[in-house]
Nanobody, 119 residues
């Protein structure tokens, strides 16, 4: 079992920046993939960005060039630097970790952190 705790959410104006962090503990050996997902009101949860233990990344098209995911394996922490934020980025952001890209199989989830981008 992996425990994930997110931090860094908040309210920011459009064009601003936020940095999310997710600290992991527990059975961290299974965390080959760590990432961020988000869910806006009335919408399904969607992938934002993921990173493997070896640094391979994948981003949603909507955030490419604006968001950067990084990972500190020594600290068991994954970060999401969000720049040039837009109102449509408003959502609850969830950290996830698992043995593969499909978090539905063996994945663990954090409790979520709210990101609100105002005009």
């Amino acid at each position: 079992q992996v425990q994930l705790v997110e931090s860094g959410g908040g309210l920011v104006q459009a064009g601003g920046s936020l940095r999310l962090a997710c600290a992991a503990s527990g059975s961290i050996g299974s965390m080959y993939v760590m990432g961020w997902y988000r869910q806006a009101p009335g919408k399904q949860r969607e992938l934002v960005a993921v990173i493997t233990r070896f640094g391979n990344t994948n981003y949603a098209d909507s955030v490419k060039g604006r968001f950067t995911i990084s990972r500190d394996n020594a600290k068991n922490t994954v970060y999401l630097q969000m720049n040039t934020l837009k109102p449509e980025d408003t959502a609850v952001y969830y950290c996830a970790a698992g043995p593969n890209y499909n978090m539905a199989i063996g994945g663990s989830w954090g409790q979520g952190t709210q990101v609100t981008v105002s005009l």
